[in-house]
Structure formats: C-alpha cells, structure tokens
C-alpha cells in the first residue's frame, strides 16, 4: 500500500498556518496590525482548507461504504479525535483546577461536558476558555455524521450530475466566504464547516471519476498555488477554498511539481503529526503568554524571536510524542480490530481537524482516463 504524501503534508502547512493566526491573535491588536501582520492574521483560513480536504479524503476512501459497514466507521472517527482531545482537555482542567498556568477561577466549568463531548458549536461555544480550536473538531464531526448518508444519494450520479454539482458547491463556498469572510463564531462556524466539507466531498466525487492528464495537473497545480499566494498576499478569504481545492484534487494524482516538493521529509511529518499540532498549539500558546510574556504589540527583535523559536520547539516536540503515544496507539487498535474494508491507499483518512489515517487509496477501477 502507498500513500500519497503530499495530502499528508498539505495538513501540516494547514496547522501550522493556523498556528500564526492564533500568535498574531495573542499580540496585535487589529487596529495596529501591518500588512505582514495581517497576512499571518490570515492563517484561519486554514481551517476551511482542512474541511475541503476531509470531504474530499472520506469521498475517495470510503466511496464503497456500506450500511454495514456503518458501525466500522463511527468508530475509526471517534477513536481518530476523542483520545487526543479528550487528552488535552484533561490536561488543561487538571492545571486550572489545582491553579497551574490558569487560575481556577478563569475556568467555565459548566461548558465542559459540551466541550468534551465536542458538541459546544451547536450550543453557541464556539470560542470560550477550553481549547479554542475544538470548535472545528466538533463541526467535523457533525460532518461524518451527515457524511454517510450525502455518499449514498450521491455516488451514483453520473459524470455530468457530479461536475454539477462540483460548481453548485464551488459557487455556494463562494458566496459564503463573500458574505462571511471572518466570521468565526455561533452557527457561522457550522455552516463554514459544512460548505467547505460539501465542496471536498463534490471533488472527491469527481476524482475517483477522471484520471487528470499529468500536463493538466501541472497547470492546475501552479495555478492553484499562485492563487492561494496571491489571496494571501491581498488577505482576501474568499479564493482560499476554491484554490485549495483544485490543488488537493490535483496532489491526489501525485503527478506534479508540488506534489513532489510536499512529500518532501519535512513536510511529511508535519503533516503526520498536524493533527496534535493543531490541537494542542492553541493552549500552548497561552502558556507561553503567560510564563514568557511579551505585552500587546511586541517589538519584533531577537527576545520575541527567540521566545517564539522556544514555543514552535515545545509545541513539535509535545505534537510528536502525543502523536507517537496518543494517536497512534488508537489506530493501532483499530488495525488490530481488523476495522473496515482494507482498500489500496491514499494519503489518508481526513484530517483537517480531525486528523487522518494513511492507509487507503483514492484509486478505483471505473477512473475516466
């Protein structure tokens, strides 16, 4: 089995995006934020890049899931998120509890069952004093609920019907970002979840369709990445998913440059442990704010360089161990339940908050070539 390393990898460039937008959002202020600022500011989009890419993966993995099958992939979902977040949850109320970093008194301690649980987005907890971030994993996990039944009805559309319905979801991705281009809170963060997690599922739908000639995938590849570069340059929201789109669909052919430059080393590890780094980056960031200060608008000398040198150590460090004995451990299990129908890979099961599993293939025996 192989897998396909560049969508592995994209994850990693995705959290670490998200990462700068959760520093630039402990120090600036947005009234006093430069334009580089601004362009770091811009690292929650990719948040809606992991949606795309979740949808897309699942389409392609799962394609032939069955109602029996049904069982054996609530369980892969629940054991690739429950175990590492319910870890960190764990860690963060035991400190605030005896008043280690976070002072007991800081805590909302009636809004932790629905955190832990993961269902606080559909209670309007979006952003409150438990890990930030969990939002998205709780949106993700209403998309694999729903996500069984959109593949019944739709994987059977012919060609035509499915590019159809790649536009329809390209264009409704669209307009949202148009309308909401930040918003980041309450119901907003479910819809945004949902549109871009719909758009991955459209593409997925049509790339275990079409085989894309290797010139083609070049292009479009470029193409993308120039898109993605020039909407971050002008911190513009609303191309990031489109592009991001286009360029995973392209990266599943594993046929271009940037296919190549992702599944470099580095980038595939970041993207192997991008589902802990995205977890646990957020809460780590506090820590350092408070044990390491810096005030509001820090000057960008060598100490500000320095202490943020000392947390992307941290946070790699801590990312890999939880990887190698939290996550890992979880999938291991499963591979020893025998779970599921074992099928010829592909960079994994999704990740984007939820994180993935490499071992199954976006590859199927009716491709148009």
């Excluded at 600036?28 to 949808?55: A, E, H, K, N, W």
């Excluded at 960190?88 to 301690?109: E, H, K, Q, R």
């Excluded at 979840?193 to 593409?203: D, E, I, K, S, V």
């Amino acid at each position: 089995m192989r897998e396909i390393r560049s969508l592995t990898a994209i994850r990693g460039v995705a959290a670490l995006y998200v990462m700068c937008h959760h520093i630039v959002l402990f120090m600036f202020l947005p009234s006093q934020m430069t334009r580089p600022i601004q362009r770091l500011y811009m690292g929650y989009s990719g948040v809606d890049i992991f949606f795309v890419l979740s949808g897309f993966i699942l389409t392609t993995v799962y394609l032939d899931l069955t109602p029996g099958g049904l069982k054996d992939f609530a369980l892969r979902r629940i054991l690739r998120i429950y175990p590492l977040h319910l870890t960190v949850l764990a860690a963060m109320a035991g400190m605030t509890y005896f008043s280690i970093i976070w002072p007991a008194n800081t805590a909302d301690w009636r809004t932790l069952p629905e955190v832990a649980l993961l269902v606080h987005p559909f209670f309007g907890i979006t952003h409150g004093f438990w890990n930030g971030v969990t939002w998205s994993a709780g949106v993700e996990m209403s998309c694999y609920l729903l996500f069984p039944f959109a593949l019944f009805l739709l994987r059977r559309l012919p060609i035509v019907a499915v590019a159809l319905l790649v536009l329809a979801a390209g264009y409704t991705e669209w307009r949202f970002q148009v309308i909401h281009p930040d918003q980041w809170t309450g119901w907003l963060c479910v819809q945004r979840g949902w549109h871009g997690f719909a758009l991955g599922m459209a593409l997925g739908l049509l790339a275990v369709r079409v085989t894309v000639p290797r010139v083609l995938v070049i292009i479009v590849e470029l193409a993308a990445v120039a898109v993605l570069a020039r909407s971050i340059l002008r911190v513009s929201l609303p191309p990031v998913p489109l592009a991001a789109g286009a360029l995973i669909w392209m990266l599943g052919e594993s046929t271009g440059p940037i296919a190549r430059i992702l599944s470099t080393g580095l980038f595939f590890f970041l993207g192997r442990i991008s589902f802990s780094i995205y977890l646990i980056h957020y809460p780590l960031i506090d820590v350092f704010a408070r044990l390491w200060p810096v005030g509001w608008n820090p000057q960008l000398n060598a100490m500000f360089g320095m202490r943020e040198a000392c947390y992307l150590a941290v946070l790699i460090g801590l990312s890999t161990l939880t990887n190698r004995w939290i996550e890992q451990p979880a999938q291991r299990f499963l591979r020893g339940k025998s779970i599921g129908k074992k099928r010829a890979v592909a960079g994994g099961e999704a990740q984007g908050p939820s994180g993935c599993k490499p071992e199954f293939s976006i590859l199927t025996p009716d491709r148009i070539q």
